[in-house]
């Protein structure tokens, strides 16, 4: 789960780090190596290039991310592991490159990619949500998508931070927080990261990794895409397994890339996308995925010719005039592009969408269920159950913060028992919701997306399942980054990558950080 935007302050702390972080930054950008100008800012094409020129080696390549990490991330902490053996993968890779044929290495063979702590992995690394009850625990198996990841033939570099239990432990602890790495901050202001997936965007946004994974329960790939200015892709929801992920909610969990361009989200998409027998949603959900993959979509022109929905109640900016300018000079672009615009549409149920308490009592229950299951499937664990994981916070508080930050999502979801009359009646007004209202506006004005800047419809496209594709838009008035997110409908992906690559083509917002006050 994401936490709801704010626009953020900049405390004289926050100004030091800044400065601090000014000084590292001029290190970490001298990181290059002969023929290669720099991993700052290269993409998964710019690296595969340079190793068909033999300019580049994967050892090389992870030893600039493992530099780079060493140099920023004891400020930024978005990485909380890296990976022992990273390096002997990486040789791996350089072997496998040497004696396989032309064309026959997928896009992201020898690529390192940084993984949400909370995507399992059977090997040296720990695979804890960030809290320490889970650390020392021994997972059955690789997650589906780190198995599809490693037969692609990726580097798995470490764990991302989050914010702990995918900020579904306590409604006090701030967005990015988690007891074993500390606050990630937003490598652009120092400030608030935006979360789940805090980690996983802080450290492609400040070039500590190629690409990573993320995941999203509700805004947690789309609000930490859009606050670190980079690329986020939400899938439909089974598009991607969820098996060997630490859950909230399988109806609403999805695994998605987030990166610094639209091109590496999709072939990070293209990887990890497909059926996988231990989670029984992809079967069904596989139909969507087109023959030849998501790549082909990567088209420049993607934007002519679609009909974009525009909701006025996303567009509320305040005073913020800065925000509200670039926002609608970029719907002109998306109009000069080619694009259709069907303005000042309603979403019928949009008020009560986002007062009503259904997806908080329907969350709550799933939670308790599928993160019990989970406990009990691992090899070996200091808990086995919620109920554990409540006892470990309390008799380890001080580790875990508990009077600081408590743990009332817990508490709430311990205190369910199943589903009955109201966690039932949820789910069928989450149904009724999204029925009458998403897909209502979809279908009936045959649009191809709805755009809404930042990640505030992050809510309507968790309770439907449906896919969002957030692309870096600019900045506001208080220097905080956003996206510009396309939604669709289930299975859209294919339209959204088009419209967002020609989006993100015609603007090229996206720029690093740079530290400086």
Same mark, same amino acid.
């Given at each position: ?139 059955? @198996? ?194 000069? @592009? ?180």
């Amino acid at each position: 789960m994401a936490t709801k935007y704010s626009p953020l302050s900049f405390p004289v702390f926050s100004s030091l780090l800044l400065i601090l972080l000014a000084t590292i930054s001029s290190r970490a950008e001298a990181i290059k190596v002969h023929g290669f100008s720099s991993i700052k800012e290269a993409t998964v094409h710019d690296i595969q290039l340079a190793f068909k020129q033999n300019q580049l080696t994967s050892r090389k390549l992870v030893e600039l991310y493992l530099k780079q990490i060493s140099i920023l991330n004891p400020v930024l902490k978005g990485v909380l592991e890296v990976n022992p053996d990273a390096l002997y993968q990486a040789d791996k890779a350089d072997h496998e490159r040497k004696f396989k044929a032309p064309g026959s290495l997928s896009a992201l063979h020898g690529i390192p990619i940084l993984l949400k702590d909370n995507i399992a992995t059977k090997d040296k690394l720990n695979t804890t949500a960030g809290s320490y009850a889970l650390l020392g625990s021994v997972v059955p @198996r690789d997650a589906g998508v780190v198995t599809k990841l490693r037969k692609a033939g990726a580097i798995i570099l470490g764990k991302a931070s989050l914010s702990e239990w995918s900020y579904w432990r306590s409604n006090a602890a701030p967005s990015g927080w988690n007891a074993r790495g500390g606050q990630g901050k937003n490598p652009y202001t120092l400030g608030d990261p935006c979360g789940s997936s805090s980690g996983s965007a802080i450290s492609v946004a400040a070039n500590m990794a190629a690409v990573s994974i993320g995941t999203e329960t509700d805004g947690s790939i789309l609000c930490p895409s859009s606050n670190n200015l980079v690329v986020g892709i939400k899938p439909t929801v089974g598009l991607t397994s969820r098996a060997g992920v630490i859950p909230i909610s399988e109806r609403q969990d999805s695994v998605g890339p987030i990166c610094r361009t639209v091109a590496d989200a999709v072939y990070v998409l293209d990887a990890i996308a497909g059926i996988d027998h231990n989670d029984n949603a992809t079967i069904q959900t596989s139909r969507y995925i087109p023959k030849g993959g998501y790549a082909q979509f990567l088209n420049s022109d993607g934007l002519r010719g679609k009909r974009l929905g525009i909701v006025r109640a996303f567009y509320n900016f305040g005073n913020d005039t800065i925000i509200s300018r670039t926002v609608e000079q970029h719907l002109k672009t998306l109009r000069q @592009r080619g694009a259709i615009l069907v303005d000042n549409l309603e979403i019928a149920n949009i008020t009560e969408v986002y007062s009503s308490s259904s997806e908080d009592t329907a969350l709550s229950a799933e939670f308790k269920k599928y993160i019990n299951a989970y406990l009990k499937e691992l090899v070996s664990s200091p808990v086995r159950s919620l109920t554990d994981l409540i006892a470990f916070n309390k008799k380890n508080s001080k580790l875990e913060r508990l009077d600081t930050y408590g743990q009332d999502l817990f508490i709430t979801a311990e205190a369910t028992n199943g589903f009955g009359n109201a966690e039932k009646a949820a789910l069928k007004n989450l149904a009724k919701l999204t029925r009458e209202g998403f897909v209502t506006l979809m279908t009936k004005n045959k649009l191809d997306a709805l755009v809404t800047p930042r990640s505030d419809v992050s809510r309507i496209l968790a309770i439907g399942g449906f896919p969002g594709v957030i692309v870096p838009a600019g900045f506001d008035s208080h220097k905080v980054p956003f996206g510009l997110c396309f939604g669709g409908l289930k299975g859209s992906e294919p339209k959204l990558i088009e419209i967002a690559y020609g989006f993100e083509q015609a603007t090229k917002i996206r720029k690093p950080p740079t530290f400086k006050t």
